[in-house]
């Protein structure tokens, strides 16, 4: 038997597909406010209380609830994890989370839609990527070193460590990739147009055939790095240092090479 009550706020017991579960109000409300949970207690919706002991019912499996509560409790703060690529999917099934901070380093996550996840500040090491939708998500300062990506456009690389990842023909249209680590990145034919590459260190990195139309190359290291035919076209280069660079056959019409050293 159970009864409507409106919310109260403070302490929350929760049900989770009979898995029984305790937080509070801010936790559920506060990191996430645009997901289901933040929703169900706005104190715009009635909820449906157990009349013996409080707890609301939600129809979703709770065996995996537990990653989700911890990625809202502890959202700022850096913490192992030991989840599977089982785990994650599940995840991302239950509710729209963050990774922030945590350890998926040696995973397999290729063919999963991953769009506009957050990852930032976890580390990737060595994940593969391969053939999943990242398009929106976030790798702010992440530590993705050897790692595979394919499709991650307008993704946000601010900071990251991508160091020897592979990027063969991925899409990264628009990304941003701002004062991120590409050192000895292989960016074959991946299309990085209007990329912001800005201050980004490709020392040694692969960029042959690559799309780069637009991109924003202001301040960026291209110190022995392989742009053999690459569409330049537009692409903004004032002031960067392409002595080392190796162009043959790149497209430069109508980039902005005022300063440039050549």
Known sequence: MSKEHSYSPSLVRLNIGGKKFCTTHDTLT????????????SGRHTLCHHSDNGYVFVDRDGKHFRH????KRREEEEFNSELTRTDIIKCIQS?????????????????????FVDFSYASLKNVFFSRSNLHCAKFRDVDAEGS????????????????????????????NLQDACLVG????????????????DLTNANLEGANLEGANLKGAKLVNANLKG?????AYLRHVNLRETDLEGAKLDGANLLGAIR
């Open 68 to 71: 989700i509560l911890n990625c």
């Open 148 to 175: 595979i990506f394919h499709n991650a456009g307008r993704c946000e690389f601010t900071g990251a460590n991508l160091r020897g990842a592979l990027l063969a023909g991925a899409n990264l249209q628009s990304a």
């Open 95 to 115: 509710e729209r989370v963050k990774f922030r901070g945590v350890n998926l380093s040696g995973l397999d996550l290729s063919k999963l839609d991953l769009s």
């Open 230 to 234: 690459a569409n330049l076209q537009r």
């Open 30 to 41: 506060q990191r996430e406010p645009d997901s289901m949970l933040a929703a169900m207690f």
């Open 185 to 200: 990145c292989s960016f074959c034919g991946a299309d990085l147009r209007s990329a912001h590459l800005q201050t980004a």
